[in-house]
């Protein structure tokens, strides 16, 4: 049975995930991680990094970006094999779980669904007939109004799948509103979208002379990002020192 430490035990997904672990017989959760400790789960939850030492055979890790310096810091010290699925980090914390994976398994992946990579696919197979035939990319995507950062770790994820297969020829444009020239054609428009309740809406769009491509994703419940989460722990307990993400785990 694979043993792991839950961070952002008292979140949003990290209630989820608790609740897919719960009723799955190969994987239990031995301790959490969060702001404030709690005895309302039925593990402990701990408020710092320093109380917890159960031992684990991976972190699955839905808390904030700043609280993920600290994670990967107690990760790599107990040598434990991280799932990191926390969004917003820095260009600063990305390489640091670059060089941390070279002594620790890490997965990291703005998105934990199953859907959500096969789009990634899609996108770029399509962005390989479209984009030398003229056509123009944009990216939509919709969350909830308690979302923090935006654009989203997955639009962010389907613009670098454009951008790799157009040969990195491509930029990104967040706001248009003080400019007054046409589009220009090595642009990714980017546009992010927030209110009520929303899961998660991701839409790409090719538009081209005449035809319209849309390719979209829609998550209805958060338990599609818990599922691939424990999912990659599973994956991720056996495994050495690298720097994985969710390709690896669905083959």
Same mark, same amino acid.
């Given at each position: %049975?694979?043993?792991?430490?839950?961070?952002?035990?008292?979140?949003?997904?990290?209630?989820?995930?608790? /609740?897919?672990?719960?009723?799955?017989?190969?994987?239990?959760?031995?301790?959490?991680?969060?702001?404030?400790?709690?005895?309302?789960?039925?593990?402990?939850?701990?408020?710092?990094?320093?109380?917890?030492?159960?031992?684990?055979?991976?972190?699955?890790?839905?808390?904030?970006?700043?609280?993920?310096?600290?994670?990967?810091?107690?990760?790599?010290?107990?040598?434990?094999?991280?799932?990191?699925?926390?969004?917003?980090?820095?260009?600063?914390?990305?390489?640091?779980?670059?060089?941390?994976?070279?002594?620790?398994?890490?997965?990291?992946?703005?998105?934990?669904?199953?859907?959500?990579?096969?789009?990634? *696919?899609?996108?770029?197979?399509?962005?390989?007939?479209?984009?030398?035939?003229?056509?123009?990319? /944009?990216?939509? /995507?919709?969350?909830?109004?308690?979302?923090?950062?935006?654009?989203?770790?997955?639009?962010?994820?389907?613009?670098?799948?454009? *951008?790799?297969?157009?040969?990195? *020829?491509?930029?990104?444009?967040?706001?248009?509103?003080?400019?007054?020239?046409?589009?220009?054609?090595?642009?990714?428009? %980017?546009?992010?979208?927030?209110?009520?309740?929303?899961?998660?809406?991701?839409?790409?769009?090719?538009?081209?002379?005449?035809?319209?491509? /849309?390719?979209?994703?829609?998550?209805?419940?958060?338990?599609?990002?818990?599922?691939?989460?424990?999912?990659?722990?599973?994956?991720?307990?056996? *495994?050495?020192?690298?720097?994985?993400? %969710?390709?690896?785990?669905?083959?």
């Amino acid at each position: %049975m694979v043993s792991v430490i839950l961070t952002g035990a008292l979140g949003h997904m990290g209630r989820v995930v608790a /609740e897919i672990v719960e009723a799955d017989p190969n994987i239990q959760i031995v301790a959490g991680i969060d702001i404030k400790d709690s005895d309302e789960l039925s593990f402990p939850v701990y408020d710092s990094f320093d109380k917890c030492s159960e031992p684990a055979d991976a972190i699955i890790d839905f808390s904030s970006a700043k609280a993920v310096n600290l994670l990967v810091a107690y990760g790599t010290e107990r040598n434990i094999p991280m799932v990191i699925c926390t969004t917003g980090l820095t260009d600063e914390q990305v390489a640091m779980i670059r060089e941390a994976s070279e002594q620790v398994a890490i997965l990291r992946s703005g998105n934990m669904s199953l859907g959500i990579n096969l789009l990634l *696919k899609l996108v770029k197979q399509a962005t390989e007939v479209l984009n030398p035939a003229g056509f123009d990319t /944009e990216i939509m /995507e919709m969350h909830h109004k308690r979302k923090v950062d935006a654009p989203s770790g997955t639009a962010l994820m389907l613009a670098d799948a454009v *951008k790799e297969a157009a040969d990195g *020829k491509m930029d990104l444009c967040y706001d248009r509103s003080d400019r007054h020239d046409p589009r220009p054609a090595n642009e990714i428009g %980017m546009s992010a979208l927030r209110g009520g309740t929303v899961v998660g809406v991701h839409n790409v769009i090719f538009a081209g002379n005449d035809e319209v491509i /849309e390719i979209k994703h829609t998550a209805y419940s958060r338990a599609v990002f818990a599922k691939g989460a424990v999912q990659a722990a599973k994956f991720l307990a056996a *495994k050495g020192p690298g720097l994985y993400d %969710m390709s690896d785990v669905i083959g």
